[in-house]
Each structure stands twice: as structure tokens, then as C-alpha cells.
């Protein structure tokens, strides 16, 4: 399933009716259910094989397509079925499924008994496909403001939630822009008001070595990508200039034909590398050119997809999967979280890193997550609230994490990850997968130290033999993946002693204003008719922002970023009033 929405008192339409809302194009086929247990409404599933499966004892969905250990998986390459569900439900009420160990990716099980009316759900380790839960629990759903259409509590907007999200980009868990509504535990197992975690990301050391800890990685995603793989001849792969995708590509068994995908701005150098990274790979390159407002245009539409829960300008490929027709595909994989998981980028560094990269990285001591906010722009009795909710966060992982709290504090569960959009976008679309989303890679990202994490050193040993095919081609910013971090520092300080050389002053305003970069500059368009034009037009929100705003002429001084939450918030409260 897409998305599913479960009421024990509602009637189906309402249902069908709140999830089909979500989309303005390419609605999918809801399939709705009913009786005295509750009503139940399926967006179809576009993976193969996780079709919904009905007896005369139970109802059961799968949200996703998560990789099951103890079988093959070859349906996966199939057009509709329910095998795999079949199997996952069989299997569970035989009470022999281990979560953690044989359900490996992104899912959401749902598993209604009729007789005893009764609905059982599990969520995964990371919480990639987010559940969320109405009161105690008599409605939930995987889309916030579809729930929250169904429930008819629309208007209990929590003004303290829209204000982190403006200031952080993301929503604390575990509440969520309603007050009535909350966001499920990741790992974990619902009964009713009642659940228990199969998993939890404690802080451990799983190996003795670093050599020990890369060749179990590199060992599992290799599994992974050649099990979803196994019943499938042609494949695609998102591909950029960077690392990650090429390491993908070389996980691919030989035996599937690769269709890459990039989308860019149409810079021939970084549009160079990818074809060299192709043919490298043997890939058959496929490009779109997006222009510099192609965030601005996606608006409405990726606001109602991924909901008012994140930056919907993380959802890079929205419409570009309809020119490319990616719904054909059984398997479009990502390199997408590697950066998190396994490089340690989250992890607190010195600042002059950020621009000195040649230099190595040192992990330092303590925590700035819990600062207290400020801001001219948000009422403090608001600012008070959303540092409380940060520091009880954040306490709560300090107890599983005592010292990398900091780190895990940007991405547990994925739904404090801002970009995690991207795959709330595309597992909605089309057939995605996420090969550093599997249990191994989690498992392993939990139960390695930071320090191992930093300068690649994880990372490289990992994918290197991925690597192999692409050894010459630099990355985009001028080093060679597949040497390690004390290679390419030299690599690194020359490229930045030439651009202080050769670069004047006007080349870089150029270089600003011409937005030669494959992401929109932000202030470039912030400064544009059409990005002025997008505030008027959802201008009449500001009334309801009376509630959290406490000096409207602030906005100005708001940085690029947060001034686009602010008019993804208003977009969104007008589609709001529409329902």
C-alpha cells in the first residue's frame, strides 16, 4: 500500500475521501473496507507482491515493500500480488518473525482480526514510513493531514509544532502539527493503546575492528540489492557526481540492465562526470533539466504529498517521474542516508570544517541541540515550548545513546531527518528503494563508534570495491571516491588554493546570479517577482499565523530557508480551508 487510513467508528467514505486528497495527479487505486471491527482505506501498493490479502478470519496490508530474510523475494519483480504479504502474515501469526532480523527496509504492518476486532501494527527501525495515531489510538493513518481530514480535527492546529518547523525544519518527535495527534514509536509493535520495541538504537560496540564492522556492511547491502534484484532484467538508479549513487550502481548484480537518472541545471561539468560514471557502470544515461524554479513550482503539489510534517522541497524528482515514467520500473534504487548512517556527518565537528575540508575531522564533546532559540519573528511563550520539547528529546536518547546523542539527535527517528522527504515522495510514486535503509545498515550505524564514522574511514572501506569501475572519475567537488580521505586531502587544499587564485570577485557574483549549481539558490529566487508573487497569493494565512507570530516585519530577517517554511506553511493552510 501507498497509504492507509484505519477509524474503529467511521464510515469508508470519509476515508477514501481524506487519502485521496493527498494527491492532485496520479491518484491511486483506494481500496476501502469495513465492519465491525472498524473501516479500513488501502492506497494501492506499487510495489510487487505486497498487494493487500483478505481471508474470512483476517484483513492484512503492507505498506512498502520490506525484504524478507528467511525467503525469496523474487515477486518482487512482479506487477501486483500479494505473496509477499501472505507470506509476512503467515509467518507472524505462526509467532516465529523476528522484526529486526527477517523484515529488512521501510514498512508499515497492519493486521486486522475480524472475529476478535482487533488491529495489530508494526513499524519499522527507523520509523522511515511514519505512522500516526488519532487520541488513543482510534485512528491512525501514514498521512498527517489525511488523518487529520478523517478525524475532523483540522482545526486543532499545534502552533508550537509549526513554529519548530519554521525555525527547524523539521517537527520533534513525537508530536506533530495537530494536537490531537502523535506520531507512532519506530520499531515498535501496537496492540491496541499498547506497543512494545523489538529494537532500539542502543549504544554499543558490535565489532572488535573496523575491517570486522565495513566487510559486514559491504556484505549485507550486497545481499540486499541482489535480493530485491533477483526477479527482475532492468533496474534504475537515480545518479549524481557524488559517491554515494555510484557505489549503488556497482551493488547492481550484472545480470539487470541499468537505466540512471539525474536531474541537474544542465552544468556541463557535473553532467560530464555522470556520463563518465555511467558508461563506467554501463548504465544508459537518461537527463531533465530543471529550472531555477522548479522548487517554487512544486509547491501545492508536494505539499499535499508529503504533508505539513516536513521541507516539502526535498521531493527533487516530483514530476520528473512522470516524464520519465518510472512508475514502469519494478526497482529504482537510491544511494540516499549513507551520508548519516555512516560518515557521521551529524556528529558534532569543529565549525572551520565546513570550509577547510582538507583538513581531518575531530569529533567534539557535548551538545548544541538544546540551545535555546531566538528569535524576533516567533512568540517566546512558543520558543519556551519547542526548546522543552527539544531537551526531552534529546533526554531520551541521551539514555541510549549517552555520547553520540548529538549525532542521532538529526535523523531518530527519520522523521527528525528533514530530507527524509525525498523518500516520502518517492516510495508514493514509484517502486524505490533505499539500499542504506536495510536493518543491517541501521544495526551497524548504531553499533559503531563516531570516531570510525569520520573522514570516510567506514564508508570507504565499505563501498571501495563499488568503487573500483569509477577509480578515475573525480567527484563533483574534485576528489576521487575511491581513495581515502588522507589521499584526496592533498587533492582537496590544491582545488581550493586555484579557486583563491583564479576567482575575482565579479566571477563570483557571476557565478551567484547565473545559479550555476544543480539545487535553486535561494536567495537568488527569494529576491524574485515570483517567489513575492507566491506570498501574496497565499497571503490570507497570515490570519491564523496571529496565533504564533509575534512581529510580522521580522520575516524579512529571516534566513532563505525558514522564509520558504514560512510559505510552504501558508500554502499549506490554504489547502487546509479547502478541505
Not at 493531514?145 to 483540522?154: I, N
Not at 527539544?390 to 528533514?418: G, I, Q, V, Y
Amino acid at each position: 500500500m501507498s497509504d492507509f487510513l484505519y477509524a474503529r467508528y467511521a464510515d469508508t467514505q470519509t476515508l477514501h475521501d481524506a487519502l485521496s486528497s493527498i494527491y492532485t495527479h496520479d491518484i491511486p487505486a483506494i481500496a476501502t473496507f469495513s465492519g465491525a471491527w472498524g473501516a479500513l482505506a488501502l492506497g494501492a501498493n506499487r510495489y510487487g507482491g505486497f498487494a493487500h490479502y483478505e481471508d474470512a478470519h483476517h484483513l492484512c496490508a503492507v505498506i512498502g515493500a520490506p525484504l524478507l530474510e528467511w525467503r525469496s523475494n523474487a515477486f518482487l519483480g512482479t506487477e501486483g500480488g500479494n505473496e509477499g504479504t501472505q507470506a509476512l502474515m503467515r509467518r507472524y501469526l505462526e509467532g516465529a518473525l523476528y522484526w529486526d532480523e527477517e523484515v529488512s527496509g521501510p514498512f508499515v504492518f497492519v493486521l486486522i482480526d475480524k472475529a476478535a476486532q482487533t488491529l495489530v501494527y508494526v513499524t519499522d527501525l527507523m520509523l522511515f514510513i511514519p505512522v500516526y495515531r488519532y487520541g488513543e489510538g482510534e485512528m491512525i493513518g501514514t498521512h498527517v493531514d489525511a488523518l487529520a481530514r478523517a478525524a475532523e480535527c483540522t482545526e486543532q492546529i499545534d502552533w508550537v509544532s509549526v513554529g519548530d518547523f519554521i525555525l527547524n525544519h523539521v517537527v520533534t518527535f513525537p508530536y506533530t502539527t495537530y494536537a490531537s495527534i502523535r506520531q507512532s514509536e519506530p520499531a515498535a509493535h501496537y496492540y491496541g493503546a499498547d506497543f512494545f520495541h523489538y529494537w532500539q538504537p542502543l549504544e554499543t560496540e558490535m565489532f572488535g575492528s573496523l575491517d570486522g564492522a565495513a566487510e559486514a556492511l559491504r556484505k549485507a547491502l550486497k545481499q540486499y540489492v541482489e535480493a530485491v534484484c533477483a526477479g527482475m532484467d532492468q533496474v534504475g538508479a537515480f545518479v549524481s557526481p557524488g559517491e554515494d549513487s555510484r557505489a549503488v550502481l556497482g551493488m547492481l548484480p550484472s545480470h539487470v540492465l541499468i537505466e540512471g537518472f539525474h536531474y541537474g541545471r544542465g552544468i556541463p561539468r557535473e553532467e560530464g562526470i555522470v556520463r563518465e560514471v555511467c558508461a563506467a557502470y554501463g548504465a544508459h544515461l537518461n537527463v531533465l533539466e530543471r529550472d531555477a524554479y522548479f522548487y517554487l513550482d512544486i509547491l501545492p503539489e508536494a505539499t499535499r504529498l508529503i504533508g505539513s510534517m516536513h521541507q516539502y522541497s526535498h521531493a527533487h524528482v516530483l514530476g520528473l517521474h512522470r516524464d520519465w515514467d518510472l512508475q514502469k520500473y519494478r526497482a529504482v534504487f537510491g544511494g540516499y542516508l549513507a551520508d548519516s548512517l555512516h560518515k557521521g556527518v551529524y556528529a558534532r565537528k569543529f565549525k572551520a570544517y565546513g570550509l577547510l575540508r582538507f583538513l581531518p575531522e575531530f569529533e567534539r564533546k557535548g551538545e548544541n541541540r538544546t540551545q535555546a532559540l531566538r528569535s524576533n519573528y516567533i512568540k517566546p511563550e512558543i520558543l519556551q515550548e519547542i526548546d522543552r520539547r527539544r531537551r526531552e528529546h534529546f533526554a531520551r536518547l541521551e539514555a541510549l545513546r549517552p555520547t553520540s546523542a548529538h549525532e542521532w539527535f538529526a535523523f531518530w527517528p527519520a522523521t527528525m531527518r528533514m530530507t527524509i522527504v525525498n523518500f516520502h515522495t518517492t516510495r508514493r510514486l514509484f517502486c524505490s528503494y533505499e539500499p542504506f535503509f536495510c536493518n543491517a545498515s541501521v544495526k551497524i550505524a548504531a553499533g559503531v563508534a563516531v570516531r570510525w564514522k569520520l573522514n570516510r574511514r567506514l564508508f570507504h572501506r565499505v563501498v571501495r570495491p563499488f568503487l573500483r569501475p569509477s577509480r578515475h572519475i573525480a567527484h563533483a567537488d574534485g576528489r576521487l571516491p575511491y581513495c581515502s580521505f588522507w589521499a584526496n586531502a592533498p587533492l582537496v587544499l590544491w582545488q581550493k588554493l586555484s579557486q583563491l587564485l583564479t576567482t575575482s570577485v565579479a566571477t563570483l557574483k557571476a557565478y551567484w546570479h547565473k545559479e550555476e549549481t544543480p539545487w535553486m539558490r535561494r536567495r537568488a529566487v527569494k529576491s524574485d517577482s515570483r517567489w513575492k508573487d507566491a506570498f501574496d497569493a497565499y497571503g490570507a494565512g497570515y490570519r491564523d499565523l496571529e496565533a504564533l507570530i509575534d512581529n510580522t516585519n521580522a520575516q524579512k530577517k529571516l534566513s532563505s530557508r525558514r522564509s520558504r517554511n514560512v510559505l510552504q506553511v501558508l500554502c499549506w493552510l490554504d489547502w487546509r480551508r479547502s478541505l
